[in-house]
């Protein structure tokens, strides 16, 4: 059976509690936060690796990645025809309609999009939040590199295909 007024009490308990200690603030522009690994800032392009294959765009579900490219014929010696490939014109992101879900990250068969940790990116004007592609390519050089692989792990399937053939 209940007792009248224990939650009230209860309440009144955690409030003295947490009154009687001090608080810690951290006075953000001065001191910079410490972000935990993998936080999720801006998306960088690394736009070498980049094909227009537009699954980033299509998979977006705020649509908020623009994309044009034009087809450029490339003259291969000895071959019957020319190739055709795909020259990115424009990538840009609208980070105001971003969600930052990283469903474009994942979807990027070719790893040319990546997180950072940069959260520091806040405009006066609505329209500078549209990053183009040499704006998202600057943001690369605060991409964090990959974690150390776990020895006790599983190796990667090109480390067990090097392997396998070394063996063979």
């Not at 490339?74 to 019957?80: K, Q, R």
């Not at 040499?134 to 692989?149: F, I, K, N, Y």
């Amino acid at each position: 059976m209940a007792v009248p007024g224990e939650g009230l009490a209860k309440g009144l308990a955690v409030t003295l509690k947490t009154m009687t200690r001090r608080s810690t603030t951290q006075q953000y522009p001065d001191v910079q936060p410490e972000l935990p690994p993998r936080s999720r800032g801006v998306i960088a392009l690394l736009e070498e690796n980049c094909t227009v294959c537009m699954l980033c765009a299509r998979e977006c579900p705020d649509w908020c990645i623009y994309i044009d490219s034009h087809k450029e014929e490339v003259v291969v010696p000895g071959a019957a025809r020319a190739r055709q490939r795909n020259v990115l014109d424009r990538f840009d992101i609208d980070f105001s309609l971003c969600m930052y879900c990283g469903i474009c990250i994942e979807a990027c068969p070719f790893d040319a999009l990546y997180w950072t940790p940069e959260f520091e990116y806040a405009e006066h004007d609505l329209r500078d939040l549209l990053h183009d592609k040499d704006r998202l390519g600057a943001w690369m050089a605060t991409v964090p590199p990959p974690p150390a692989h776990d020895p006790n792990g599983e190796p990667s399937k090109e480390e067990a295909a090097a392997t396998k053939a070394a063996g063979a």
